[in-house]
């Protein structure tokens, strides 16, 4: 099976992969750059990008590589142009120590561990910011359908930069709401310190890991799924 974002329904075998570099393919060193990985044991993985005609783009697994090597599949150019622009995101955020889901929201973070004492503000500015009229912001799980399609509309770099902290309460009161829960902050000696809904006994659910795993994802936001994944991987744990 190919990649199921690919056009292609099935990998691209190394035959077809030639074949088709051949007939149409051209090198995209600056893509194919952008791609190369050097890991902590020095080896070099070398994927190569090719552009087809009709807004297309050729990945093609590293030759040398250990796993399918010269494979490929084929991409439509917006998808791979937003994988492109994700690994570089990504692997900036881990040059500069922010590759977890706290330290990335407190390198984004207006507030800090100050967020659960404006929760009230920043719904509102949440609403007011991506136009949606307050009493839609019910807390239900519906209420997260509007707003990961408003939050999707402006861009993850403007939800980054302005509208973390405001994600991150909403989603974090539609799961405390959900669970009965309290806004409580992570202060372990050793630790960063960082705001979490506590439930039950011992019970941790994290409105932060919510709005992160959907703002680092190549699909569209979907803070619904995601809220509700925490929700259930915490009642799993209280069983």
């Known amino acids: ?31 194919t750059k952008i ?28 030759p040398k590589g250990y ?24 692997r900036e955020d881990i040059a500069n120590n922010r590759g977890n889901s706290v330290s990335h929201w407190e390198y984004y973070s207006k507030h800090k561990i100050e967020l659960v004492n404006n929760i009230d503000e920043l719904i509102n500015e949440l609403a007011e910011q991506l136009h949606i009229y307050r009493h839609q912001l019910d807390l239900s799980y519906i209420s997260l359908d509007v707003v990961s399609q408003k939050a999707e509309a402006y861009g993850i770099d403007y939800i980054e930069t302005s509208l973390y902290d405001n994600l991150v309460a ?48 190549l699909n569209s936001i979907d803070l619904r799924k995601e809220a509700a994944n925490e929700i259930r991987r915490f009642s799993l744990k209280q069983r």
């Open 67 to 90: 796993s399918i090597p010269g494979k490929g599949d084929i991409y439509a150019k917006e998808y791979f142009l937003k994988w492109l622009k994700l690994t570089q995101r990504t």
């Open 170 to 217: 909403y989603v974090g009161e539609v799961i405390r709401h959900k669970k009965n829960g309290q806004w409580t902050i992570n202060s372990s000696s050793g630790s960063e310190n960082y705001p979490y809904i506590s439930a039950g006994v011992n019970g941790v659910l994290m409105p932060i890991n919510v709005v992160w795993q959907e703002l680092s994802s």
């Open 1 to 31: 099976m190919g990649n199921k974002n690919s056009l292609n329904h099935k990998r691209l075998t190394r035959k077809q992969v030639q074949d088709l570099i051949e007939s149409e393919g051209k090198l995209h060193e600056e893509f």
């Open 35 to 62: 791609f190369e990985q050097t890991y902590s044991n020095e080896y070099k993985y070398q994927p190569l990008v090719y552009e087809l005609p009709n807004d297309r783009f050729l990945f093609v697994f590293d």
